[in-house]
């Protein structure tokens, strides 16, 4: 039986699919507020032409349209991929309480990889980090995304 945040992390997993079927990176994000998820999303920077169209942004952007404030005190976020640096500017600005992360991404990750945007106490927000529910899935599933994308570019040449 999943525990509840795999449950929820299983849904930001079909974000993310949702991502890889429009040939972008594959990362899913869900919000959730009393154990209810409140807004989804998905990678889409290629799709609409912005860098701000990251799924942790999005979702962000849906959550609050839909409490009616820009705090997103008492939620708590679900993403597939450690947050870059905007991810975790906005994530620490939004007031979320905690974020569950899938996997980490060393060469972006402002979570712990690289540095920890989301507990510096020189911010007047920091944000509990759980790391590694469901860390194969998440990670099996962009290995594959960018293993699909050398392969099209082998096969061109």
Known sequence: MLSK???FMKEALKQAKKAYELEEVPIGCVIVMDDKIIARGYNRRNTDKTTLAHAEIRAIKKACKKLGDWRLEGCK???TLEPCQMCAGAIVQ???DEIVIG???KKSGCAGSIINLLDMKEFNHQVEIKKGVLEEECSTMI???FAG???KKRVKK
Request: charged share 40%; hydrophobic share 35%.
């Open 5 to 7: 945040d795999e449950r």
């Open 77 to 79: 976020m679900y993403v």
């Open 94 to 96: 939004s007031r979320l």
């Open 103 to 105: 996997c980490m991404s």
């Open 143 to 145: 290995s594959e995304f």
């Open 149 to 151: 994308l050398r392969e």
